[in-house]
């Protein structure tokens, strides 16, 4: 796993959206896995005026979400999905191109059979883009899944459901599960960015450059995959003794 350090949030969306570019422009029919949360909006934002100035040309990738809420619509303003579409897929104009989990499906497991093959038909994932949790999660794999894991129903834990509530002020109930690519899913991407940002993350990112692999850190599963960047901002790297 190679790690980069940068300065702070802006550095760090910076770079992430040059490497995404740059993977962009080497193969225009990149199949992605895609994050939601609070670290990766600014390195849309920069890919979406790289859109609107006519720098990237994103009409003909192959976009899939990492994970999604069990239970909650794709129309839902809460649902993984419409944060996608809000912040990537629809000002870049690749709304008929975004599958998604649909956290409604009225049998979660065939829709994560469906997903897998989705994937699958495309080619399998190019290029896998993951935030971290401070738990060491990546999409919705918490600690303890299997490093083979694939697309499937998972149980939230309750440091992902407190900070997760904390992009809600409506009040939102998070709920008590979701769906996610697995670990496995991840892994069988043909390249890995993984981003993070602030000293919330800092002691797990410590964790995962310096401990062996373990399922006690989904994350960490990570470093047996030949092709891994990761980039942090200086509040993130701050535990880890360089
Ligand atoms: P964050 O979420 O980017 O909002 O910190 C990351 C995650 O939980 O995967």
């Given at each position: 796993m190679k790690v980069e350090v940068v300065a702070d949030y802006e550095a760090l969306s910076e770079r992430a959206a040059a490497f995404v570019l740059e993977k962009v422009v080497e193969q225009p029919e990149l199949v992605l896995a895609l994050p939601t949360g609070n670290t990766p909006i600014g390195m849309y934002k920069r890919l979406v005026k790289a859109h609107q100035e006519g720098r990237?040309?994103?009409?003909?990738l192959w976009p899939f979400a990492l994970d999604e809420y069990a239970?909650?619509?794709?129309?839902?303003?809460?649902s993984f999905g419409f944060f996608l579409h809000r912040h990537f897929i629809d000002p870049v104009g690749l709304t008929n191109r975004f599958d998604h989990l649909q956290g409604n499906a009225p049998d979660l497991v065939t829709e994560c059979a469906r997903y897998e093959a989705a994937i699958a038909a495309k080619g399998g994932l190019d290029l896998a883009i993951l935030g971290l949790g401070v738990n060491g999660h990546i999409a919705f794999n918490e600690p303890g899944t299997p490093f083979d894991s694939r697309t499937h129903v998972v149980s939230l834990a309750d440091s992902t459901r407190e900070a997760n509530a904390g992009?809600?002020?409506?009040?939102f109930r998070i709920p008590n599960e979701g769906i996610s690519m697995g670990i496995g899913t991840v892994l069988a991407a043909r390249e890995i960015l993984v981003i993070a940002s602030g000293k919330s993350k800092a002691p797990i990112v410590e964790r995962i450059i310096n401990e062996e692999p373990t399922t006690d850190i989904p994350a960490s599963a990570l470093k047996a995959h030949p092709n891994v960047l990761l980039i942090v901002d200086e509040e993130a790297a701050c535990v880890w003794k360089r």
């Open positions: 990237a040309d994103f009409s003909r239970n909650v619509a794709p129309q839902d303003e809460h992009y809600f002020p409506d009040g």
